[in-house]
């Protein structure tokens, strides 16, 4: 199929986040259905400005692009539903929930900057996207099912290797991998008895029968939940740190807890309902402050940490088990940390956080940087130490050095030709139809045909 294999990788870039308000209004309309599924032209419209974020230089033509990456989309879709395909609530809860928690760290947690740039408050946000990240959730559990069977031998990855002309290998750039220790200040006893008395405090106004909302946006240190009155919507068990979620599941709908201490500080929580097993709670969090002498000792105690690195009486490895903080993604993987852009630890030079990479250069393999201060999503400040582990130098692609890269590019067309020969015979089964302003697309051309049963 000519058009199918150079529109599969974007098959999921589809936003899952409202354009801003100021984008002009589109004139809605259904432009093609496939299935019992349908699209309208401000998906398609959606597809196409995300895509142009990413490639501005991309040509209005890509709109056939964007309408044939929906209507892949759409065929998984409706083939999950037919295959009785299930996505639970919670599961959907849990990515929109990501989504916002990655549009609170662009908007340096502060929800009303989002709600002006968007138009809308978070939940409202969260309820207009919610069908389109089921059925995102929906579709790439039915490609995984398509795909499942697709594995890589040594040999294929030779061969596709070998496919690749000379002059067209991919150009890597630099690249570090890097390890770090996260260590987080540690709560003088004044600070944490200061603390302890103010959440006792906001408790027993809340007893007295002041307004929960309007005290957790006065006192609340949870920039997250104070502006929505402390609410924490509705999640399922496991989404809340040990000590907070065996107190709020053990609340009735309506009553208040004591006063409950966690990592992030002292909580007043009040579980507002529960469903199964989810829950719907608010919380007022006081957080012990941080005081200067307490950062000082804590970066004196990470410049001791590295002085013994350097002096062999400590392994880093040894040093992430003992000083690091086990919420960090880097601490079950020995203190290596992931690219979330590839999901692999190297980082491309232009990857790395500016902190970072000025501790980092300069540095040799295995050298172990001065330590220095970074601010968790919280807005809490920490310190971290890092080691450079390997570095590489630009080059072109080489299968002996990058064969993990090259491996996973072998797979990844296995999966499109297993997806497009899936995709080939839903087709001839499948009623579909487009609108007449999209029929001039080539690429939708030779769909319609194939569907209409008709040879290429």
């Given at each position: 199929?000519?058009y199918?294999?150079?529109?599969l990788?974007?098959?999921?870039l589809?936003?899952a986040?409202?354009?801003?308000?100021?984008?002009k209004a589109?004139?809605?309309?259904?432009?093609?259905?496939v299935g019992?599924?349908?699209?309208?032209?401000?998906?398609?419209?959606?597809?196409f400005?995300?895509?142009?974020q990413?490639?501005?230089?991309?040509?209005?033509?890509y709109?056939?692009?964007?309408?044939?990456?929906?209507?892949?989309q759409k065929?998984?879709?409706?083939q999950?539903?037919?295959?009785?395909?299930?996505v639970?609530?919670?599961?959907v809860?849990?990515q929109?929930?990501a989504?916002?928690?990655?549009l609170m760290?662009y908007?340096?947690q502060?929800?009303?900057?989002?709600e002006?740039f968007?138009?809308?408050?978070i939940?409202q946000?969260?309820?207009?996207?919610r069908?389109?990240?089921r059925n995102?959730?929906?579709?790439e559990?039915m490609?995984?099912?398509?795909?499942?069977?697709?594995?890589i031998t040594?040999?294929?990855?030779?061969e596709?290797?070998?496919?690749?002309?000379?002059?067209?290998?991919?150009?890597?750039?630099?690249?570090v991998?890097?390890?770090e220790?996260?260590?987080?200040p540690?709560?003088n006893?004044?600070e944490?008895?200061?603390?302890?008395?103010?959440?006792?405090?906001?408790r027993?106004?809340?007893?007295?029968?002041?307004?929960?909302?309007?005290?957790?946006?006065?006192?609340?240190?949870?920039?997250g939940?104070?502006?929505?009155?402390?609410d924490?919507?509705?999640?399922k068990?496991?989404?809340?740190?040990?000590?907070?979620?065996?107190?709020?599941?053990?609340?009735?709908?309506?009553?208040?807890?004591p006063v409950?201490?966690?990592?992030?500080?002292?909580?007043?929580?009040?579980?507002?309902?529960r469903?199964?097993n989810?829950?719907?709670c608010?919380?007022?969090?006081?957080?012990p402050?941080?005081?200067?002498?307490?950062?000082?000792?804590?970066?004196?105690?990470?410049?001791?940490?590295?002085?013994?690195?350097?002096?062999?009486k400590?392994?880093?490895?040894?040093a992430v088990k003992?000083?690091?903080?086990?919420?960090?993604?880097?601490?079950?993987n020995d203190g290596?940390?992931t690219?979330?852009?590839?999901g692999?630890?190297?980082?491309?030079i232009?990857d790395?956080?500016?902190?970072?990479?000025?501790?980092?250069?300069?540095?040799k393999?295995?050298?172990?940087?001065e330590?220095?201060?970074?601010?968790?999503?919280?807005g809490s400040?920490?310190?971290?130490?890092?080691?450079?582990?390997s570095?590489s130098?630009?080059?072109k692609?080489?299968?002996?050095?990058?064969?993990?890269?090259?491996?996973k590019?072998a797979?990844?067309?296995?999966?499109s030709?297993?997806?497009?020969?899936w995709?080939?015979d839903?087709?001839?089964?499948?009623?579909?139809?487009v609108?007449k302003?999209?029929?001039?697309?080539?690429n939708?051309?030779?769909?319609?045909?194939?569907?209409?049963g008709?040879?290429?």
């Amino acid at each position: 199929m000519k058009y199918l294999n150079r529109i599969l990788p974007f098959l999921f870039l589809i936003p899952a986040i409202l354009p801003a308000q100021n984008d002009k209004a589109v004139i809605d309309r259904v432009v093609a259905a496939v299935g019992g599924e349908i699209i309208l032209l401000s998906e398609v419209q959606e597809q196409f400005s995300y895509a142009k974020q990413q490639q501005p230089d991309l040509p209005a033509e890509y709109l056939c692009v964007s309408l044939q990456n929906l209507l892949v989309q759409k065929l998984l879709v409706n083939q999950a539903k037919l295959d009785s395909i299930e996505v639970n609530d919670d599961e959907v809860e849990n990515q929109l929930n990501a989504r916002i928690d990655r549009l609170m760290l662009y908007f340096n947690q502060d929800p009303k900057a989002i709600e002006e740039f968007y138009g809308q408050t978070i939940e409202q946000i969260k309820d207009q996207t919610r069908t389109d990240m089921r059925n995102q959730l929906l579709a790439e559990r039915m490609q995984a099912k398509v795909t499942e069977k697709a594995t890589i031998t040594p040999a294929e990855v030779q061969e596709f290797f070998k496919k690749i002309p000379k002059d067209s290998l991919p150009y890597f750039n630099a690249e570090v991998e890097i390890r770090e220790v996260v260590y987080k200040p540690k709560v003088n006893p004044a600070e944490r008895a200061k603390a302890l008395a103010r959440a006792e405090e906001v408790r027993l106004k809340l007893t007295r029968g002041e307004d929960f909302a309007s005290l957790a946006k006065r006192y609340s240190d949870d920039p997250g939940s104070a502006t929505q009155g402390g609410d924490l919507g509705l999640v399922k068990r496991g989404s809340f740190v040990p000590e907070f979620e065996a107190m709020a599941y053990n609340l009735e709908p309506g009553q208040l807890s004591p006063v409950t201490e966690t990592d992030f500080g002292f909580h007043v929580i009040e579980l507002i309902e529960r469903r199964g097993n989810l829950i719907h709670c608010r919380h007022i969090l006081l957080k012990p402050e941080i005081t200067d002498e307490d950062l000082a000792m804590s970066k004196a105690k990470m410049d001791s940490v590295r002085q013994q690195i350097k002096d062999g009486k400590i392994t880093f490895s040894e040093a992430v088990k003992k000083y690091g903080d086990k919420d960090q993604q880097s601490f079950s993987n020995d203190g290596r940390v992931t690219n979330p852009q590839s999901g692999n630890t190297f980082f491309e030079i232009g990857d790395l956080e500016t902190s970072v990479y000025f501790a980092i250069e300069g540095l040799k393999e295995g050298d172990v940087a001065e330590p220095f201060e970074f601010k968790g999503p919280d807005g809490s400040i920490n310190y971290r130490l890092v080691q450079l582990v390997s570095r590489s130098k630009p080059h072109k692609a080489d299968l002996k050095k990058d064969y993990g890269k090259i491996q996973k590019a072998a797979l990844e067309q296995k999966k499109s030709s297993y997806t497009e020969k899936w995709v080939l015979d839903k087709l001839r089964k499948t009623y579909l139809s487009v609108d007449k302003s999209f029929t001039e697309c080539p690429n939708l051309q030779e769909m319609l045909s194939i569907s209409s049963g008709k040879t290429r």
